[in-house]
């Protein structure tokens, strides 16, 4: 009954924007914080950002604080994150996931490639 499915990843300059989306599906996730994850080639997979369906409270990793936006769609079932002000370093895999991550949901995630 669960399905995660991310979209709107691309290629984009340095600088540039990018929004992706999760679309989430179970009756599960009425009640669970959502994250967003990433992992470039050769290293782990990293803690992007979080947010809690009920009270809108969201946290950022301290290298996308301030550029990166987490947000949601209730209606939708949709989780968002907007990514602006886009380094090379940002270059991943951007995967969802309920906060803290049940192994058994990753999915293929959405590539992310920022070039200089």
């Known amino acids: 009954q669960v399905q995660l499915v991310e979209s709107g990843g691309g290629l984009v300059q340095a600088g540039g924007s990018l929004r992706l989306s999760c679309a989430v599906s179970g009756r599960t996730f009425s009640r669970a914080a959502m994250g967003w994850f990433r992992q470039a080639p050769g290293k782990e997979r990293e803690f992007v950002a979080t947010i809690n369906w009920s009270g809108g409270l969201t946290y950022y990793a301290d290298s996308v604080k301030g550029r990166f936006t987490i947000s949601r769609d209730n209606d939708k079932n949709t989780v968002y994150l907007q990514m602006n002000s886009l380094k090379p370093e940002d270059t991943a895999v951007y995967y969802c996931?309920?906060?803290?991550?049940?192994?058994?949901?990753w999915g293929q995630g959405t590539q992310v490639t920022v070039s200089s």
């Open positions: 996931n309920i906060d803290p991550p049940h192994q058994a949901y």
